[in-house]
């Protein structure tokens, strides 16, 4: 199994900051790695596939990067409804996911 | 518009089963890989389950390998997890989500439905 990992937990953030987080998987997984958006009590929105393509209707205040083992994924100028948590995810060998960066104040 | 809607859940006592479901409108279920992926409170996401377009092929995690069934009903528009044998370690949120190709990203998400296992 590609264990995903996440850094960091939990990121203490200000409107209009440019927020950087990151993953890192246990082996390559090419450029098979998606980013997705989690609310409370929502479930997860897909912004970013294929290391650095935006889903349809995510801003382009988001953005990713990386390749092979190591990914990020940037917003440039935070907004008060950006805060939430991130999880990064392999679809190379299965499907699996990192525990999340939670974005907070 | 687009869209997945859970259903089927609720507690249950360990060693139970639970069928739940998935509606799907908006788009053309049966060219869609779909999958499950669950969430236990306060804990990431972690997938489930995958089923082919025409649902002959299933892939499953192995920590439901054999207690968990997923199967789908395209002329429904409808996805299924059945679940036996439910331990309470199998408490979480239960999304069903829809693949963009095939061995791709997920880009539909429901909002859940909550299982709970306990005595």
């Known amino acids: 199994e590609i264990v995903m990992t996440q850094s960091p937990a939990t990121l203490s953030v200000s409107p209009g900051e440019r927020v950087t987080l990151s993953c890192r998987a246990s082996q390559s997984v090419s450029s098979d790695l998606a980013w997705y958006q989690q609310k409370p009590g929502q479930g997860p929105r897909l912004l970013i596939y294929?290391?650095?393509a935006r889903a349809t209707g995510v801003p382009d205040r988001f953005s990713g990067s990386g390749s092979g083992t190591e990914f990020t994924l940037t917003i440039s100028s935070l907004q008060s409804e950006d805060l939430a948590v991130y999880y990064c995810?392999?679809?190379?060998?299965?499907?699996?996911f990192g525990q999340g960066t939670k974005l907070e104040i | 518009q687009v869209q997945l809607v859970e259903s089927g859940g609720g507690v249950v006592q360990p060693g139970r089963s639970l069928r739940l479901s998935c509606a799907a409108s908006?788009?053309?279920?049966?060219?869609?890989?779909v999958h499950w992926v669950r969430q236990a409170p306060g804990r990431g996401l972690e997938w489930v389950a995958v089923v082919s377009s025409d649902g002959n092929t299933k892939h499953y995690a192995d920590f439901v390998k054999g207690r968990f069934t997923i199967s789908r009903d395209n002329s429904k528009s409808t996805l299924f997890l059945e679940m036996n044998s439910l331990r309470i370690e199998d408490t979480a949120m239960y999304y069903c989500?829809?693949?963009?190709?095939?061995?791709?990203?997920?880009?539909?998400w429901g909002q859940g439905t909550m299982v709970t296992v306990s005595s």
């Open positions: 989500a829809r693949e963009i190709g095939v061995k791709d990203a997920f880009d539909i």
């Open positions: 294929g290391v650095s």
């Open positions: 995810q392999q679809y190379n060998n299965w499907y699996t």
């Open positions: 908006g788009f053309t279920f049966r060219s869609r890989v």
